[in-house]
């Protein structure tokens, strides 16, 4: 069956640290890849996506992923976070072609303290 | 334009009772989704409307659970009977095609 991993369930970092965040998923073929976020007491909001083209892909508030088929990876990346950017990050796979399901991973919650 | 539309947002209900889940999607979208998150696991995928029809069902957990979509606009979650591995929170998105789908905030079901 298919699955998404995320490596970290619980992240702590000082405002302007660097943060990564990973993903891996086990379909291999053809995959749409998301990022959404929950920031507390909202809904999930789409960070990013990945449908096709260039594998670097920016998202909303410096957020930026890369797709790298060869390690099924897309790794959330953002060079300096803010306080603000305390929340649950969520990665997310869907299968292309006639497959609208999202399957998602566990969540990682980023904590930052300022 | 307004979001994805959930209610209610809390419900606390006692096993063996019924409740009803409502979603109203993003206007003229025509496919609905229902998720699932159970006690901080991941977030399940439940069933999938396109307009009135369930286009995939596959994630429904059991015959407790019963969807609805009639006209193809808002739907409904009913879980009769409920049991206690029921609680959770329950998301519904919406999609104009098979593109990104917009989360509502969640219902979050508790039963005792």
């Known amino acids: 069956a298919q699955s998404v991993s995320q490596h970290n369930h619980h992240v702590i970092l000082s405002e302007a640290a660097s943060l990564e965040l990973g993903c891996n998923y086990s379909?291999?073929?053809?995959?749409?890849l998301f990022w959404y976020v929950q920031y507390p007491g909202q809904h999930l909001q789409l960070l990013l996506k990945y449908f096709s083209g260039d594998p670097l892909v920016k998202g909303i508030k410096g957020f930026e992923a890369e797709f790298i088929k060869s390690k099924f990876s897309f790794n959330l990346r953002k060079p300096s976070v803010q306080w603000s950017d305390t929340a649950e990050y969520f990665c997310a796979v869907k299968r292309w072609g006639g497959y609208n399901k999202l399957i998602f991973g566990a969540g990682t919650r980023l904590a930052v303290h300022p | 334009e307004a979001g994805v539309t959930q209610f209610p947002s809390h419900s606390v209900i006692e096993k063996g009772q019924t409740v009803t889940l409502r979603c109203d999607p993003i206007s003229g979208h025509d496919n609905l989704y229902w998720y699932r998150r159970v006690m901080g696991k991941e977030i399940k995928f439940l069933l999938h409307?396109?307009?009135?029809?369930?286009?995939?069902e596959s994630g429904m957990p059991n015959n407790r659970f019963l969807a609805e979509r009639t006209g193809g606009t808002y739907s409904t979650l009913k879980v009769q009977p409920a049991e206690l591995e029921d609680s959770g929170v329950y998301f519904c998105?919406?999609?104009?095609?098979?593109?990104?789908?917009?989360f509502g905030p969640g219902t979050r079901l508790t039963v005792l």
């Open positions: 409307f396109v307009k009135e029809s369930k286009q995939d």
């Open positions: 379909y291999g073929g053809t995959v749409n």
């Open positions: 998105a919406s999609s104009p095609a098979a593109d990104t789908q917009y």
